[in-house]
């Protein structure tokens, strides 16, 4: 019966998109990437620990213009920009991994600039307009000595915030520099 209105709808507003509508609600089963990712972190006197992320093309529609096609995200996520973090031990931080997109478009030859370290990940607040993100996301400046050096802000109103952690991060046993 929906696909029925979203037919008749898009029949009488002469859109073009009368397609695009209809083949939103057709589904399509996810396909999975045959290769998996193990990303390791090693943080100084702490141990390493270990995160597989597996991928799967799946087809993203809606009923809009910008049109449907098929995306790659994690197993699990509901889209492809979500991501998956790595605790950072003794503090509210995340170390942020890259999407499966972006794994993958890289082909494996990711740079440390590719990552990233937020707070406070799940704070969200209700406006008027929509959410609102309260997070912090750092930025990958440098490293020295295997020091890595991470920093928000530094323009306009909004102050310079660095953030520093020693540790090692692995790709498939390949060190990420």
């Not at 509508?21 to 045959?34: F, L, N, Q």
């Not at 990552?115 to 309260?134: A, F, M, P, R």
């Amino acid at each position: 019966m929906n696909l029925f209105r979203v037919l008749i709808v898009s029949l009488l507003t002469a859109s073009c998109s009368a397609v695009v509508c209809i083949d939103s609600y057709i589904e399509r089963e996810p396909v999975p990437v045959k290769d998996e990712w193990v990303f390791t972190v090693t943080f100084l006197d702490k141990g390493s620990q270990k995160y597989t992320l597996k991928c799967e093309k799946y087809y993203d529609s809606m009923c809009a213009a910008r049109g449907n096609s098929w995306r790659v995200r994690e197993v699990g996520k509901s889209t492809s920009n979500r991501r998956s973090y790595f605790d950072i031990e003794g503090t509210e931080l995340k170390l942020e991994l890259p999407t499966c997109s972006e794994i993958i478009k890289s082909k494996e030859k990711l740079s440390m600039s590719d990552i990233s370290i937020v707070w406070n990940i799940d704070g969200i607040e209700q406006t008027e307009y929509g959410s609102k993100w309260l997070g912090k996301r750092y930025r990958y400046v440098s490293t020295d000595d295997g020091m890595h050096s991470f920093k928000r802000g530094g323009y306009k109103e909004a102050p310079l915030e660095i953030v520093k952690f020693a540790f090692s991060l692995d790709l498939n046993d390949a060190p990420i520099n």
